[in-house]
């Protein structure tokens, strides 16, 4: 069974940084590409970026050019690292295998940019 719980959202001024952090539990997690998502309440899950256990990454939407996805194998964890931060960019994102897997939704972290 894999396990994600994301980490490190908050409150940013725009033009700012944050970094999230993924930590992934469960022998399943190895094999997956994995990826981050972001969500606005009442609205579907948009991919933002994901990476391939071989450490091929790709980038889709908004965020694509400001951001950078990473992988620790050895500490089962992904990171999103996301630079020069908009308030359109305010949202919950989350972790997950691309494609996703329904059970492996954790509880997002809340990413908030605003002056």
């Known amino acids: 069974q894999v396990q994600l719980v994301e980490s490190g959202g908050g409150l940013v001024q725009p033009g700012g940084s944050l970094r999230l952090s993924c930590a992934a539990s469960g022998s399943t997690f190895k094999s997956l590409r994995m990826a981050w998502y972001r969500q606005v309440p009442g609205k579907e899950r948009d991919l933002v970026a994901s990476?391939?256990?071989?450490?091929?990454?790709s980038y889709a939407g908004a965020m694509k050019g400001r951001c950078t996805i990473s992988g620790d194998n050895a500490e089962n964890t992904v990171y999103l690292q996301m630079n020069s931060l908009h308030p359109e960019d305010a949202d919950v994102y989350y972790c997950?295998?691309?494609?996703?897997?329904?059970?492996?939704w954790g509880q997002g972290t809340q990413v908030t940019v605003s002056s």
């Open positions: 997950n295998a691309q494609p996703a897997v329904l059970r492996y």
């Open positions: 990476i391939t256990k071989g450490g091929s990454t």
